[in-house]
């Protein structure tokens, strides 16, 4: 087996997948490789440090179980600060150049610099056929509600859904490092770090928003390799779980209780971090509805991104799951069939859209509806087409526009919801 470094050189000579894949195929039985890529490629091994200096002396040479052993001691948190400074300056000035430049540093500053990734390596290895994987970062992502709304019923946990950067903290040796959702290490919000860098955070994982009042200078800063200026930002946190859990991919606690302990430990925050707001609504009373219809009416009101809407009795799982469903901030209006229009195309002679004018809310609309509705309602409502006109429909769209002539109102995105009375004219 190659030395490891000249492994990355002989990597970064070729952009081809199929060289570099080749390349590791060729070295990834070495042990020693194995250790080094899990060290960089796993996000969830951290040193400690932001700085690590270029190759400047003439060191010998340094053996790979003296890193290793060195290393270890900043991931778990024994050297810290200077004192981890003073072990990194030690370990470059007895490496050689090319193993400082093209192994060590690299490892430390956790990027291997040669187009090969987590996913490259697991390919090869899963190829292979051996016993060796790096892990991948993964956290829970939500599925679009709008298309499951058969999973939207009973109890339900709903939260504004802000429009900011997503950051998992987590939180080891009692120092927290922020990641993105693909796990990658955020530098750039210290005094968040700090203040979730507590004893009694040790071992916790939180979930949530880094938010400030102007997103999109927010977004400028947060991969700034210096100078970064984030102090008016706050961490707006929406859920938690043990980190065991978290790595193991699933939580043991459901939804409301993951909260209620997110809640208890509120205490201990202080101003930088904040908890997202959310209600406890049934969806099957019509209590709830209404309840879920302010809060709809509150995220368009002030701006929020949409929201999340998180069945009670559901669990924390690190991949695209239905425990998290988003919806966008809509409108819906009544307003009352003038026509009613066949459809084209494979819905001939079904209904192709209702026709629809009245007024909501003091503005005048006019317009066709023709989503929302499925193949049985097509057929159905064009059979009975001459008892509809003059019905009133309940329509939810994305927002309201106004006519290029400007004499009316339309709708983006309209989508019949439900009729809205049993006689014409009637509004219940």
């Known amino acids: 087996m190659e030395d490891p470094w000249n492994i990355i050189k002989e990597l970064e000579s070729d952009n081809s997948r199929l060289f570099k894949e080749a390349i590791v195929e060729k070295n990834l039985q070495s042990v020693t490789f194995q250790e080094g890529l899990s060290m960089c490629l796993d996000p969830l091994v951290t040193f400690g440090v932001k700085q690590v200096p270029e190759h400047n002396s003439k060191g010998k040479g340094l053996d790979w179980n003296t890193f290793k052993d060195s290393v270890n001691l900043m991931i778990n948190r024994e050297k810290t600060g200077h004192a981890a400074r003073d072990l990194i300056i030690e370990l470059m000035e007895k490496s050689t150049e090319i193993q400082w430049s093209n192994w060590y540093r690299r490892i430390l500053i956790k990027d291997l610099r040669c187009g090969v990734s987590q996913k490259t390596v697991n390919n090869v290895a899963k190829r292979m056929d051996i016993d060796f994987r790096v892990p991948v970062f993964s956290c829970m992502l939500a599925h679009d509600g709008a298309k ?25 040796n009692g120092k927290a490092t922020l990641y993105s959702r693909n796990g990658k290490i955020f530098n750039n919000f210290p005094h968040i770090e700090n203040s979730l860098s507590k004893k009694q955070f040790n071992n916790l994982v939180f979930d949530g928003e880094v938010m400030s009042d102007d997103f999109q200078a927010l977004m400028k800063q947060v991969y700034r390799k210096s100078g970064a200026e984030t102090d008016d930002a706050f961490l707006a946190l929406f859920d938690m779980l043990p980190l065991k859990e978290f790595n193991a991919g699933k939580s043991k606690l459901n939804s409301l209780d993951r909260r209620n302990e997110l809640n208890n430990l509120s205490k201990d925050f202080d101003n930088v971090i904040k908890l997202v707001d959310f209600e406890i609504i049934n969806f099957d009373s019509d209590e709830g509805q209404n309840q879920f219809a302010v809060m709809n009416k509150d995220a368009l009101e002030k701006g929020f991104e949409g929201l999340m809407i998180k069945p009670c009795d559901n669990f924390y799982e690190c991949k695209r799951s239905h425990a998290w469903l988003k919806i966008k901030p809509f409108i819906e209006v009544t ?8 459809g084209t195309g494979k819905h001939e002679g079904k209904l192709g859209a209702f026709q629809v004018e009245g007024k909501d809310d003091g503005k005048f609309f006019s317009l066709s509806v023709g989503s929302g509705l499925t193949d049985d309602d097509r057929e159905k409502f064009w059979r009975l087409k001459d008892k509809l006109i003059g019905r009133l429909i309940e329509i939810r769209a994305d927002a309201i526009t106004k006519s290029i002539e400007g004499e009316f109102y339309s709708l983006r995105f309209p989508r019949f919801k439900n009729f809205r009375g049993f006689e014409k004219d009637e509004k219940i």
Do not use: T
């Open 148 to 172: 499951h709304p058969k999973k939207i019923n009973g109890d339900c946990l709903v939260e504004y859904k802000y429009d900011g950067v997503r950051v998992i903290a987590i939180v080891k």
């Open 335 to 342: 307003l009352k069939i003038i026509n009613i229009q066949e």
